[in-house]
């Protein structure tokens, strides 16, 4: 079964033919592969284009080990071209081509190939995907699956997909399996296998049980405001480890380039200036977090926090935390109150409470308060665990339930 991944196929169409390298990033085993060389391949043919003219290469195969170097790659693709009409290569899991960029770089030379590359490490992170293509570069971030393309490869009710989306997440390979123990044991295998194994390698990580464990904590505190010195302090007195604050944040660093985890940080909405940390980590898929924890520590209210993060990040927002100071009663002291999330896109803004249940007034007043306080015209939003019918207040506050939030595109605007 295929899953449909629309939005990544409107983005490589919107992309093709530029003359930029398309370079394809995310975590391992979340399809960038299976969008290339299946879904994209398959939508080329249905317009026209030859198979001829399409040039595949998946480096991670040891088949084609000897094109892992940078002159015989550029060579094979080179050798394909037979006549004037457009090519298409696609180049998968690059980062295995020492000096890729050069060959990259030279086969966008050639007038008329496309190029597509896919990445899963920090080679190919946004932030330097315009430094190392020397501006030729244009990234297409592929993310786990969200809950409105988990849903109809899942079946069931949206209620049940909820459920099962709760704790195991949104990899596609565990949406296609119909056993619980065969889902746990292949996130939990992926983890340690794939994830763990890999970073330590690749970042010569040589505390890899404190590594692991700083995995742990990330995951449990999933929600919670953290930085490496009150980490530090953390391991020094329980974990009884010397590890030291600079490495806890070079051992997030690298979580992220593997993106296996993202953060946000604190915006303060009346200074108009970011705090810095502490911070908040989330899971970039929620079924790897639960395995990190041998599905322990499934709180419903910090898991669905870590959704709508990932949701929002996947409709392309830039996502902070909003922080903003309210002077108490008769000019008492000031009270800092959060907003769960500041969503941004152009100058669209949006401000989002995650608010698993609503159950009283006075939970309500909770989560409206921070919102009251924001002194704009920008849309205010309470995301609720319940499935509530959306409502808007006299104040202009919307509720709704997660997932109305999650199946609707244009849920934000509603």
């Known amino acids: 079964m295929d899953i449909d991944r629309e939005t990544y196929l409107s983005e490589l169409r919107l992309r093709e033919k530029n003359g930029m390298a398309k370079v394809i990033t995310g975590p391992r085993r979340a399809g960038k592969s299976h969008l290339l060389f299946r879904l994209f391949y ?44 457009w090519y298409y290569v696609f180049l998968d899991e690059i980062q295995f081509v020492e000096g890729f960029v050069d060959t990259v770089n030279g086969l966008l030379h050639i007038g008329n190939l496309d190029v597509y590359v896919t990445g899963s490490n920090s080679h190919l992170l946004s932030s330097d995907v315009l430094t190392e293509f020397r501006g030729r570069g244009d990234e297409v971030r592929v993310r786990p699956l969200s809950f409105r393309e988990f849903c109809p490869a899942f079946g069931g009710t949206p209620e049940e997909a909820w459920e099962e989306y709760l704790i195991y997440g949104g990899m596609p390979a565990v949406a296609l399996m ?16 794939t994830y763990l194994r890999d970073l330590i390698e690749r970042n010569k990580i040589r505390h890899q049980d404190d590594f692991a464990e700083l995995v742990r904590v990330l995951a449990s505190a999933v929600g919670s405001l953290t930085n490496p010195s009150k980490l530090q302090r953390t391991f020094r007195s329980i974990k009884k480890s010397a590890i030291t604050d600079k490495t806890i944040r070079d051992y997030i660093e690298a979580l992220k380039d593997a993106f296996l985890i993202e953060t946000a940080i604190r915006y303060d909405i009346k200074g108009k200036r970011y705090i810095g940390t502490p911070a908040k980590h989330y899971f970039t898929d929620i079924g790897l977090r639960n395995a990190v924890l041998g599905y322990r520590q499934t709180e419903e209210t910090h898991l669905m926090e870590n959704i709508i993060f990932n ?14 100071e309210k002077r108490g009663t008769a000019g008492g002291e000031k009270a800092r109150l959060e907003i769960d999330f500041i969503a941004r896109l152009g100058s669209a803004r949006y401000y989002i409470q995650s608010a698993f249940s609503l159950d009283d007034e006075a939970k309500r007043a909770q989560e409206e308060r921070p919102l009251l306080a924001v002194q704009d015209s920008f849309r205010k939003i309470i995301v609720t665990g319940r499935n509530l019918k959306l409502r808007r207040d ?18 934000l605007d509603l």
């Open 42 to 85: 398959r939508d080329l043919i249905a317009r026209g284009i030859d198979a001829s003219h399409i040039i595949g290469v998946a480096l991670d195969d040891i088949a084609n080990d000897r094109l892992r170097d940078r002159h015989l790659l550029y060579e094979y693709v080179k050798s394909h071209i037979k006549d004037e009409d």
């Open 178 to 193: 119909g056993d619980d123990r065969q889902k746990a044991a292949y996130l939990s295998r992926l983890f340690r296998e």
């Open 311 to 324: 949701e929002l990040r996947s409709r392309g927002y830039e996502v902070d935390i909003g922080v903003i």
């Open 394 to 411: 006299e104040h202009g506050i919307t509720t709704m339930g997660i997932r109305e939030f999650l199946l609707k595109e244009n849920s």
